[in-house]
């Protein structure tokens, strides 16, 4: 007789004990229930080992007082609380900070880290998904396929390297250098918002890291029919990236305009939930010379935004090798911020961050690759021929 190995149900071979680091509640505790805690129990022992993993940073179990000698040796031996490998970490010279972080073989995705975001600390840029479907024109993300989303655990842990490496552990409530999380990395969070929801709910647990969700924003190319769930699940800010005034040149720079055109999307952005005077939708608009920037354009826009409690983030274009745009000239881009303002807008000009290390907006792309199923096959085989007693 022979037993045939499916190889193809398990692309993702086993890579050690599983770690709990940033790991969502509600998992935490199935993973303690699995270990056979009754479900009080595993309810009470999730939020302990979860503030121990959150709140101080903890790297392992032995620290965890409150928790029994023999639970806890139990835990070391089952779970970990790393991190996930950091495969390149970056420090520009203005103090922003880049981290490849590979979450399993050939899945690997980029934070960044910028100091002395307007009044706060500073902002991290996290990444939702390794790749992209969207294939915005000026995106460098854009023109990767996307490898697969990321789980809640592994948006969490960008922040817990990002704090790790920023010294701020236990959390505190003063002088933090990381203040705000902003969707803004690889990915489209609306297309994974399952684990973006889980995610916020994890950074912003007032027992661990503890962001307020006023301080999270989550960044769309327009994924107008989430809008409403986003907000009623996550509570975060909303931020849309429009870089065009009508249609047809939306639908050129980014195209999932053509399913979701501005009129759906203006709809779906006027009933977010909770936004106000006080909670304004930000509006990400690319300056790309010669294509989007004429002071007719300033002037739509402004239209377009009439009614709409709003901020207006315009942002140099940043070029990556081969992009097919440039940055409009500076006179330009403070021409256009000039009738935004005049509107009653306030409308920063987002000055480029660590381009020395290519970290600035649109620049992240990771060498993950999506691979074929022969590829994950081969692998698979090659790993299951290596591994012991195989
Ligand atoms: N998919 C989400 C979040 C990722 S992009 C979204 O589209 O909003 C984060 C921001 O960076 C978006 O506003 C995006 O349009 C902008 N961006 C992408 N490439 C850029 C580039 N090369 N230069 C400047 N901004 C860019």
């Known amino acids: 007789m022979t037993t045939t190995l499916d190889l193809s149900q398990r692309p993702n071979l086993p890579q050690g004990p599983k770690s709990l680091a940033g790991m969502p509640l509600p998992v935490l505790k199935a993973e303690l229930e699995a270990m ?21 940073g903890a790297t392992g179990f032995e620290d965890m007082t409150d928790i029994g000698k023999d639970l806890r040796a139990e835990l070391a031996q089952r779970f970990t609380l790393a991190r996930p490998e950091i495969a390149d970490h970056q420090v520009s010279k203005d103090g922003t900070q880049k981290w490849l972080a590979r ?34 024109t000026f995106c460098h993300t854009g023109t990767q396929a996307l490898v697969r989303n990321l789980t809640a655990q592994e948006i969490t842990a960008q922040v817990m390297i990002a704090r790790d490496a920023l010294g701020e552990w236990p959390s505190s409530t003063e002088d933090r250098r990381l203040t705000n999380i902003v969707f803004m990395g690889m990915g489209e969070p609306l297309y994974n918002l399952d684990n973006v929801a889980a995610a916020i709910d994890t950074i912003c647990d007032g027992d661990g890291i503890s962001i307020g969700r006023r301080r999270v924003t989550v960044s769309t190319a327009g994924v107008a029919p ?27 720079l980014v195209p999932i305009n053509r399913k979701y055109d501005l009129k759906t999307l203006f709809e ?22 010669g294509i989007n920037d004429t002071p007719a354009e300033a002037r739509d826009l402004v239209r377009l935004l009439r009614g709409v409690p ?36 306030a409308s920063p000009i987002r000055t480029p961050r660590g381009r020395d290390i290519a970290a600035a907006c649109g620049q992240l792309r990771s060498d993950s690759v999506k691979k074929s199923a022969a590829e994950k096959r081969r692998e698979a085989l090659a790993a299951a021929e290596a591994a012991p007693g195989a």
């Open 36 to 56: 056979g805690l009754d479900a009080k129990k595993a309810s009470m022992r999730a939020k302990q080992i979860s503030r121990w993993s959150q709140y101080f």
């Open 103 to 136: 979450f399993a073989p050939g899945v690997e995705g980029e934070s960044v880290y910028i100091p002395g975001v307007g009044m706060s600390g500073g902002a991290l840029c996290v990444s939702s998904q390794v790749g992209c479907t969207l294939n915005c």
């Open 226 to 252: 989430k809008l409403q769930e986003l907000g009623e699940r996550t509570n975060a800010m909303l931020a849309i990236s429009l870089h065009a005034t009508n249609d047809d040149l939306r639908n050129e």
């Open 268 to 289: 779906a952005i006027r009933a977010y939930p909770g936004s106000g005077n006080s909670r304004r939708v930000t509006f990400e608009y690319v300056m790309l010379k």
């Open 310 to 345: 709003a901020k207006i983030n315009l942002i140099p274009f940043n070029p990556w090798p081969g992009s097919p745009y440039e940055c409009s000239d500076w006179e330009t881009i403070e021409a256009f911020a000039e009738i935004v303002n005049q509107a009653g807008y």
